[in-house]
Nanobody, 119 residues
Framework: QVQLVESGGGLVQAGGSLRLSCAAS????????WGWFRQAPGKERELAAA????????YYADSVKGRFTISSDNAKNTVYLQMNSLKPEDTAVYYC????????????WGQGTQVTVSS
C-alpha cells in the first residue's frame, strides 16, 4: 500500500500563489507517475498536472499551463504543485495520486486539500 498526504491548501486572493505538497510512504515502485487532480463543486475531477518519477514527461491541463508547475523530490518521496496567478476558477479540492508503472490507472490517492481563491 501507498499512503499519500497532501498539504498546503488554503484561502488566497486572486492573483496569489500557493504551493501544494504530497508526501508518499509505504510501498515503492521502480517506475511511477505522479498526478495532481482537482475537483470543483458540481464538476468532474480533472487532471491538472502530472510528472514521471524521473522528473520528466510533465503534463499540464490547458487551464493551468503557464501558471502551475509540478515538480518532484525523489529523496523525499514528495511531489509539489506550485500554483501562481491563481484565479477563482482554480477553487477546488486538489488530490495527489500515483500511477504505478508506465500505463494504467492512478491507483493511490491522497485525502485531498481544499484550495479556495477569492475574487
Amino acid at each position: 500500500q501507498v499512503q499519500l498526504v497532501e498539504s498546503g491548501g488554503g484561502l488566497v486572493q486572486a492573483g496569489g500563489s500557493l504551493r501544494l505538497s504530497c508526501a508518499a510512504s509505504g510501498r515503492t515502485f521502480s517506475s511511477y507517475r505522479w498526478g495532481w487532480f482537482r475537483q470543483a463543486p458540481g464538476k468532474e475531477r480533472e487532471l491538472a498536472a502530472a510528472i514521471n518519477w524521473s522528473g520528466g514527461s510533465t503534463y499540464y491541463a490547458d487551464s493551468v499551463k503557464g501558471r502551475f508547475t509540478i515538480s518532484s523530490d525523489n529523496a523525499k518521496n514528495t511531489v509539489y504543485l506550485q500554483m501562481n496567478s491563481l484565479k477563482p476558477e482554480d477553487t477546488a479540492v486538489y488530490y495527489c495520486a500515483v500511477r504505478p508503472g508506465f500505463m494504467g490507472n492512478y491507483e493511490y490517492w491522497g485525502q485531498g486539500t481544499q484550495v479556495t481563491v477569492s475574487s
